[in-house]
């Protein structure tokens, strides 16, 4: 039979104006657009009147034929009573047979094979096969007329469409008129089984393939070329030979058994195992059609489900790398491009708009002998590129609004939340002994401005010197608009504060430059505050309020008599308070105190080694924590001092804990790799590990500060594990942590970040650990998790194959005389009650 043009199996011609062809049943995308071109077709009451005249004219037989058995019935009913036989009680338009007939047509109807690329070629079924159980020869129009009705009810039901139903079973009825006039020529001989036989089935096919073909070719004028024009291009050869094999084998088969087999496996009427191979047959088919129906719909609603689940998709991904995936994973073509030009042969399409004022196609290709794109492929590849469009929509109205929220509306600068993530990040992430400084810029007398020349000038003045901020700024720096009439620019990447303060002094001279705005002459009048940081700040802050006091002071000091025409740059004093005197003096003094915490073998539950923490308590603050202890080290330009100090003295103390323990000859310190080379702290290491040779020096380098490790840095700690001293790269794991961290210098130990076991009982990090066990293998290092604060934690580590620990399940950090006390009293223990 033929197929709709619109219905699954089959494409539009154009992705804009699809034909409509149906010439037979199938579920239209379009009914109502379908039904209207085949009524308003020259061709629908002719091709529809063959179906029902077949109809009359098999009523009008079974009629007949029904009064003939009756006579003849009743004529040999006597005869085989004086014989002393049975009559059969079976006829060849048996009831059964007929019924199995109908409903097998019906079936087979929803099974479509297409012919070619396009939906407006027509698909046709095997069910024309059905009829090689039929006594053409006797009951030509009675077996005919039962096909075409069971034809009908299969293609209203799978169309729902009385119009397209009719002229599907009119063509559909045209071309088995044929088949079955080329089957009654092989039927004279009942049961026989030749060459001829075997070659009519396929004569009988290709004339049923030729009537439909012939038709709708016709009536769509023979557009049957790429893009709707005239031709047969689309038509494929290679279908339609596979079409004609697929029905006459069919035939040949259903025949075969009909004739050959099923009487030899079960004694019954001919009529009766005709209709067991009808409904097994036909049942057979409808199932796989079926299952081919509901593997198509699985798959295009798991692409549909999966992309609306993730929308909006992308947040920095590419868009049309997502579609193209999304599609592929709902229609299953060959190639999925995103390009300019329309779909053409063999190939679906939509517009999409994945940029603003960037109109293409997202395009799905099989190969031109695969199955063609079905109408729902269509109608999901639209609705994909429907979403993709308004996921690109709304990420860039995402866009527009994060703009909008982190920058000025008049300036374009970045706002205050803007600056403060930056100021942030610069502080967080220069490099060691990276110094950055804070600018913070007041226009003076701009109250008086706007009132004396009106907003719309004073608007002009703020772009104008926002303009020349971004301008005169280095690239690297970063500008931003804070207030009315307030601006700050944080310089980054500075040696000295004399640089600070050389490239202040050039933006401050160029912003202030004159200029005209409607013949107004103005000319920007800067206060400007300068706060500078050597090395990273606890709270980067504090480096904003130090320049706004510092500005501030230069207004105050025009107030009071200072320079009044000029911009001026005030330089914030040196920032110090009570914690900053109390570090230095301790660390001048050499007041800092060590203490240790044990790192374990988890295997072995026995303490190898110890970590050396620097500690502080003071008189009047108490206790100093390390974290500060260590930044304001930084600030004061002492870390390299503190960093020997407390090196020299865990080095000390573990050649007194080897004393008690032999086992245990390993001492880790923390410093920052910056620290490692001659000119800081390594050739101090060095020394002090030629003093103590057995005693295993570990520096731990912490895995923020690698993110700026150049070539010597890297020789620099080859040079350091040559003469034995270990390097650990220590916190892995934490914030903004990378891969890259791992292979970035030499080095021996991996140190897990507490972050990474913080919740035990979560697989995500459990796997995560045990990756990162394997990776460590794999690269020779050891591994040490810390953070280690439960015996259940402990457990589950020890399950992943994790070796090493340190935490405070172990212990905590002890005074060395702590330490001796432990060891004198427990030994090695890793663990102690």
């Excluded at 020349?453 to 720096?477: F, Q």
């Excluded at 003093?691 to 731990?700: D, G, K, W």
Aim: glycine fraction near 8%.
């Amino acid at each position: 039979m033929a197929a709709a043009a619109d219905q699954p199996g089959q494409r539009p011609a154009t992705i804009q104006a699809p034909t409509q062809s149906l010439t037979e049943p199938g579920p239209p995308a379009a009914p109502r657009t379908g039904a209207t071109s085949i009524r308003r077709s020259l061709f629908f009451f002719p091709v529809s009147a063959v179906a029902v005249v077949i109809v009359i004219l098999g009523v009008i037989s079974a009629a007949q034929t029904a009064a003939q058995a009756a006579g003849a019935q009743a004529a040999t009913a006597a005869q085989a009573a004086a014989a002393g036989t049975q009559q059969p009680s079976h006829t060849p338009t048996d009831f059964l047979y007929l019924a199995a007939l109908f409903v097998s047509t019906a079936l087979v109807t929803d099974f479509r094979l297409p012919v070619g690329r396009l939906s407006s070629l027509p698909s046709v079924s095997p069910a024309v096969a059905l009829l090689a159980t039929a006594n053409l020869n006797d009951q030509f129009f009675i077996a005919l007329a039962i096909w075409v009705l069971g034809f009908f009810c299969g293609a209203i039901f799978n169309s729902r469409d009385i119009i397209v139903s009719v002229y599907a079973t009119g063509i559909a009825s045209l071309g088995a008129v044929g088949w079955c006039l080329v089957m009654t020529a092989t039927a004279s001989s009942s049961g026989s089984i030749g060459v001829l036989p075997l070659l009519m089935p396929f004569v009988a096919t290709a004339v049923y393939l030729a009537v439909i073909l012939a038709v709708e070719f016709a009536r769509q004028g023979g557009r049957w070329g790429p893009d709707g024009r005239r031709g047969v291009s689309e038509l494929s050869l290679r279908r339609l030979l596979g079409i004609l094999v697929v029905i006459a084998g069919l035939a040949i088969a259903i025949s075969f058994t009909y004739v050959g087999v099923y009487p030899l496996l079960l004694e019954a009427d001919q009529n009766h195992h005709g209709a067991g191979i009808l409904i097994v047959v036909a049942g057979a088919i409808f199932a796989l059609a079926r299952v081919r129906q509901l593997r198509g719909i699985q798959r295009r609603l798991k692409g549909l489900t999966d992309a609306a689940l993730t929308l909006p998709w992308n947040q920095g991904d590419d868009l049309g790398a997502i579609l193209s995936q999304r599609v592929q994973t709902a229609v299953s073509a060959d190639a999925i491009t995103i390009r300019q030009a329309a779909p053409g042969s063999n190939e679906i399409g939509y517009p999409v708009r994945l940029a603003p004022d960037a109109e293409a196609y997202v395009v799905a290709t099989r190969e031109l002998s695969g199955i063609p794109f079905t109408r729902e492929d269509e109608r999901v590849l639209e609705a994909l590129a429907h979403l993709a469009t308004e996921a690109a929509r709304v990420t860039e109205d995402m866009a527009d609004l994060t703009l909008r929220a982190n920058s000025d509306s008049l300036t374009g600068l970045p706002n205050y939340n803007s600056f403060r993530r930056a100021l942030a990040d610069a502080n967080e992430n220069r490099p060691y002994s990276g110094a950055i400084a804070v600018l913070f810029i007041d226009l003076d007398s701009f109250k008086q401005l706007n009132d004396r020349h009106g907003h719309h000038i004073g608007d002009a003045m703020l772009v104008t010197v926002a303009d020349r901020l971004r301008e005169t700024s280095r690239p690297h720096d970063v500008v931003a608009r804070i207030g009315g009439d307030e601006f700050v620019v944080i310089l980054t990447a500075l040696k000295s504060l004399a640089e600070a303060k050389t490239v202040a002094e050039r933006i401050t001279e160029k912003t202030s430059a004159a200029f005209t705005v409607e013949g107004v002459d103005l000319r920007p009048l800067l206060s400007v505050g300068l706060a500078y940081s050597a090395h990273r700040e606890t709270d980067a802050a504090s480096l904003v309020v130090d320049a706004d006091r510092s500005m501030l002071a230069v207004k105050r000091s025009r107030h009071q008599g200072g320079p009044a025409a000029e911009s001026t740059i005030n330089i914030s004093p040196h920032r110090s308070a009570r914690i900053n005197d109390i570090v230095a003096e301790a660390i001048d003094n050499e007041m800092l105190t060590v203490v240790f915490q044990p790192i374990v073998n988890m295997a072995e539950n026995r303490i190898w080694a110890f970590e050396a923490l620097v500690r502080h308590t003071d008189a009047e603050l108490g206790a100093i924590s390390p974290g500060a202890i260590v930044e304001r080290a930084k600030s004061l330009g002492r870390m390299d001092e503190l960093t020997r100090q407390v090196m020299a003295k865990a080095m000390s103390g573990a050649r007194a804990i080897q004393l008690i323990e032999p086992s245990i000859a390993t001492i880790a310190v923390n410093l920052e790799v910056g620290q490692i080379t001659d000119a800081h702290v390594g050739a101090f290491a060095k020394e002090i590990a030629a003093r103590y040779p057995a005693i295993s020096l570990c520096l731990e380098l912490n895995e923020r500060s690698l993110r700026h490790v150049t070539d010597d840095l890297r020789l620099q700690a080859q040079a350091l594990r040559d003469l034995g001293i270990i390097i650990a790269l220590d916190d892995y794991g934490s914030e903004n942590s990378s891969v890259g961290s791992l292979v970035r210098i030499p080095m021996d130990i991996l140190k897990l970040d507490r972050s990474l076991i913080d919740e035990p009982g979560d697989h995500r990090q459990r796997e995560v650990v045990k990756a990162l066990q394997g990776f460590s293998d794999a690269l020779d290092y050891l591994t040490i998790v810390e953070g280690i604060e439960s015996a259940e934690t402990a457990g589950i580590l020890r399950a992943l194959g994790v070796r090493n620990a340190q935490g405070f399940y172990y212990g905590v950090p002890a005074t060395y005389e702590q330490v001796i006390a432990r060891l004198s009293k427990h030994g090695t223990a890793a663990v102690i009650s």
